[in-house]
């Protein structure tokens, strides 16, 4: 596996609970969708999380699935592991294994191999380090300088009460806490906010695994 390294340093060595490491299936199937409001970018924004998506199929015969390829078994072997039973958009979510070893290009793909939104191009091992379960807590990064929490808020508030925030700077970059009520309304802000232009920069949205804003960063 060409990232072994990469995830070894980034799991000090040893992988998290219930990820054996050795699967080679890449592509994933994702049922129990809510056909109304999920698209291909919206699932890019999620599945991203865990690894580089190469492309997302959704199935035109039953609404309510996707296929989605990861860049390699590893990453999906994340997905799975981390998203089976998460809520999005009041459903929720059956991840597995497909029988597909690949998804064929065509019409009704979309691919993302060469999007620069892919978050495993640059700190793999970093970004490994960062996958967890859907939280209610989402850390906001590349943000404008002078952004306010105010703005912040405007921005997120549409998918569910904002608890609490946090505006920090690290590297003398901007970066944001935000925690919300529940983990739907995190997932929901992530995958629709992940990629979206606040104050004219293009934002980046992950879980965050800390359980309360009292600590200094992520």
């Known amino acids: 596996m060409a990232n072994a390294a990469a995830i070894a340093a980034a799991f000090g060595g040893g992988l998290p609970p219930g990820i054996s490491g050795t699967n080679d299936r890449c592509t994933v199937i994702v049922s129990n969708l ?18 580089n998506i190469v492309r997302i199929k ?10 989605v390829q990861m860049g390699d078994g590893f990453q999906a072997e994340l997905a799975v592991h981390f998203l089976k039973g998460a809520t999005l958009f009041g459903k929720h979510l059956e991840v597995n294994f497909s029988k597909h070893p690949s998804i064929t290009q ?12 892919n978050r495993f ?35 997120l508030e549409e998918h569910g009460p904002i608890v609490n925030t946090k505006l920090f700077e690290m590297n003398g970059k901007k970066q944001a806490l935000v925690l919300f009520e529940t983990e739907e309304q995190a997932t929901e802000a992530l995958v629709c906010k992940h990629a979206s232009s606040l104050g004219g920069s293009i934002i ?12 200094n960063s992520q």
């Open 34 to 51: 809510n056909p109304d409001k999920i698209d291909e970018d919206k699932l890019f924004n999620l599945f991203s999380l865990y690894g």
């Open 58 to 67: 959704l199935l035109r015969n039953k609404p309510d699935h996707a296929l």
């Open 106 to 117: 065509g019409a009704d793909t979309h691919e993302y191999s060469n999007s620069n939104l």
């Open 121 to 155: 191009n640059r700190n793999a091992a970093k970004n490994y380090r960062y996958c967890c379960s859907p939280t209610k807590m989402i850390h906001l990064s590349t943000l404008p300088q002078d952004v306010t929490e105010e703005e912040i808020v405007n921005h």
């Open 204 to 215: 980046r949205i992950s879980f965050s695994q800390l359980q309360s804003i009292k600590e």
